[in-house]
């Protein structure tokens, strides 16, 4: 709840700020051409302030430096043009329906009411865009959309029962404007928080190291754990943590844990984990000398349970998972798992026959088996390179043979490179240096 209202207080705040710069630049004259600017004026710079406060609230709640002026920055755009679009929307859509001086007629608590949840919706889902997780950008505007109907019912109603008091001549929307800005921050930020929190499936929570408490949620296909700022976990604070230290992968209804190759390994349920592990709810793991913890909704808890009598899941390297105990490569031509979600690792081999050690970004040292056909890209489970946008989707597949790795590039925007050169299909010998996205790779024997 604490997080929640964080959100909403900064917001309110940000929402003040914004009206009392704008406030006294108002004209006299109501309802005239250089209102109508003045108004645009006001609205422009309070969503500005609003998408900057949430943004830099998402990138504080992340951790990091980087994640808190990449909030900002993004905050600030994506806010003020979701806000600016749907104050248009909503101006456009309530005099469509209740004429054109709507704003004129005494308590147009409906017409203003709408006109604000367009305005909040869209501001919301601006600030959702943030986050590039499609989840938190519905969260957003659903939010964003009860935040702003809040504030617009009340504009009127508080703005008459105060402006008696406060009143400032002639135009008494002075209280209304007052009250109103500061009330559409606080409603959009506590329920875009709240609806981002309800709507989350997994979660991890740091229960021992710096900043106890923080949770963060789950919802790629891959979720990087480690000390760089650009993993989805971002740990600081302990030289014990790897830039990429582990690595939670989502299969179906299970979530497997894997440590990313580091020398002190991870640790799970207090044991060095050997092999990637189906975590269950409540579980309990280590990476460095922080503690966390793997939280489930009900909903997903139950479907957790009902997957144990499913078929076993299988991990991008071709080993099977087990539930509730260490896991164990599969043995030579069996099938792995004929339902899985990727065809071309519908079997595993005995062992790998090489391996890609990752030279830079959140991956660095890595080790990743190449069993079989393996994609890379931004939203595969082979190569998950969900962290860096200069890759691609579906970027590249790569697959071993006698002399070495095999790459074809699948149509990237960016384009796959071999030691520097381009390349739209080849094959990679021990020592080569592969490129796709920003990533580099390292070919080495297994």
């Known amino acids: 709840m604490g997080k929640m209202l964080g959100r909403a207080f900064l917001c309110a705040i940000a929402g003040l700020i914004g009206w009392l710069i704008t406030e006294p630049l108002l004209p006299k004259e109501f309802a005239s051409s250089e209102w109508q600017r003045a108004e645009f004026r006001m609205v422009f710079i309070s969503v500005l302030f609003i998408g900057l406060a949430a943004g830099f609230h998402q990138g504080y709640m992340k951790g990091g430096k980087r994640n808190v002026f990449l909030g900002l920055a993004l905050g600030l755009v994506f806010g003020t043009l979701g806000g600016l679009l ?45 986050q590039f997780r499609a989840r938190i950008i519905m969260a957003g505007a659903f939010g964003g959309l009860i935040g702003g109907g809040i504030a617009g019912l009340f504009f009127d109603p508080l703005g008459v029962a105060i402006g008696q008091v406060l009143s400032q001549g002639g135009e008494s929307g002075f209280a209304g404007r007052a009250l109103m800005w500061p009330l559409m921050g606080f409603t959009v930020g506590l329920f875009t928080a709240w609806l981002e929190q309800a709507t989350r499936q997994a979660w991890v929570r740091l229960i021992v190291g710096r900043n106890e408490g923080k949770e963060w949620p789950i919802d790629g296909v891959q979720t990087h754990l480690g000390r760089d700022e650009r993993a989805n976990v971002p740990l600081f604070g302990d030289n014990n943590v790897a830039a990429l230290h582990a690595t939670i992968t989502r299969q179906g209804v299970n979530y497997i844990l894997s440590d990313a190759g580091t020398q002190i390994g991870t640790g799970y349920q207090g044991v060095r984990l050997a092999a990637p592990v189906a975590l ?64 071309t690792q519908a079997f595993a081999t005995q062992q790998a026959t090489y391996a890609l050690i990752a030279l830079d970004g959140p991956m660095t040292g890595q080790r990743i088996p190449i069993t079989s056909l393996t994609e890379a890209g931004r939203e595969t489970p ?26 074809k590039d699948l149509g990237s925007t960016n384009g796959t490179y071999l030691n520097g050169q381009r390349i739209p299909e080849a094959n990679a010998p021990i020592g080569s240096v592969i490129k796709i996205g920003s990533t580099s790779f390292r070919v080495e024997s297994a």
């Open 382 to 407: 082979g190569i998950n390179l969900g962290y860096d946008a200069q890759a691609s989707r579906r970027h590249a597949v790569l697959s071993p043979t006698p002399n070495g790795v095999h790459i």
């Open 86 to 130: 749907g104050y248009q929307i909503g101006g456009t859509t309530s005099t469509v329906i209740f004429g054109d001086n709507w704003a004129l007629k005494s308590f147009p608590i409906v017409p203003r009411a709408i006109t604000f949840a367009f305005m909040g919706s869209f501001l919301g889902a601006g600030i959702g865009v943030t």
């Open 280 to 343: 269950q709810p409540g579980d309990m793991f280590q990476v460095g000398n922080h503690q966390l913890q793997f939280l489930v909704k009900a909903s997903a808890a139950r479907k957790i349970q009902e997957g144990r009598a499913q078929a076993v899941p299988m991990s991008p390297q071709g080993q099977q998972f087990q539930p509730q105990q260490p896991l164990h490569p599969i043995q030579a031509g069996t099938p792995a798992n004929p339902q899985a979600s990727n065809p």
